[in-house]
Antibody, heavy 122, light 108 residues
Framework: DVQVVESGGGLVQPGGSLRLSCAAS????????MTWVRQAPGKRLEWVST????????YYADSVKGRFTIYRDSSKNTLFAEMSSLRAEDTAVYYC???????????????WGQGTLVTVSS | EIVLTQSPGTLSLSPGERATLSCRASQNVRIYLAWYQQKPGQAPRLLIY???NRAAGVPARFSGSGSGTDFTLTISSLEPEDSAVYYCQQRLTWPPLTFGGGTKVEIK
């Protein structure tokens, strides 16, 4: 089965850190641009970060730049998001999403995980 | 940043009726617009990409049209399982990649 499964969410205090994982199966995630999208409760989808399929170039939303790092471990076929200096406004369900076509940055997403909830609260 | 504005906010229709959802972009996005369906507690599902291409496995009652700044998602004959929030998303100009605010479709 082609799927991605996120993990690593939880409750963290403001200023804390968390690492999210997205384990891919049924495809080679290094061949695709992979993206984190988040959704705060009752809000619209918000793009967070993308890593390109080939050169592993990373892109970030201004709201997370300098605090989040996206990277990939090809040997584990897994995408990560290292999040630090977390704020209350980072509270959301975080989804991992795969791009429709390989080897480019055409960012429409045909495969999403079930999401992992990050709650930033004291 | 390209802002996507969806209308109406909520659409309440009966099974078998036609649903027309709108997405307007603040700048020309050519054809690079997708539509997603999201049901409560679930991840989004890709329905339409590049304005008018149905994704794999998507029923033929879903169709997309438009280019430039005005786009439409049409559900030709509503089924009860089509109750969901529908989002548009552009990929022409990023970062940031942007999504619309969503249209909630309710089945009476």
């Amino acid at each position: 089965d082609v799927q991605v499964v996120e993990s690593g969410g939880g409750l963290v205090q403001p200023g804390g850190s968390l690492r999210l994982s997205c384990a891919a199966s049924g495809f080679t995630c290094s061949n695709y641009a992979m993206t984190w999208v988040r959704q705060a409760p009752g809000k619209r989808l918000e793009w967070v970060s993308t890593i390109s399929g080939s050169a592993d170039t990373a892109y970030y939303a201004d709201s997370v730049k300098g605090r989040f790092t996206i990277y990939r471990d090809s040997s584990k076929n897994t995408l990560f998001a290292e999040m630090s200096s977390l704020r209350a406004e980072d509270t959301a369900v975080y989804y991992c999403a795969k791009s429709l076509t390989p080897n480019n940055l055409d960012l429409h997403f045909d495969l999403w995980g079930q999401g992992t909830l990050v709650t930033v609260s004291s | 940043e390209i802002v996507l504005t969806q209308s109406p906010g909520t659409l309440s229709l009966s099974p078998g009726e036609r649903a027309t959802l709108s997405c307007r972009a603040s700048q020309n996005v050519r054809i690079y617009l997708a539509w997603y369906q999201q049901k409560p507690g679930q991840a989004p599902r890709l329905l339409i990409y590049d304005a008018s291409n149905r994704a794999a496995g998507v029923p033929a009652r879903f169709s997309g049209s438009g280019s430039g700044t005005d786009f439409t998602l049409t559900i030709s004959s509503l089924e009860p399982e089509d109750s969901a929030v529908y989002y548009c998303q552009q990929r022409l100009t990023w970062p940031p990649l942007t999504f619309g605010g969503g249209t909630k479709v309710e089945i009476k």
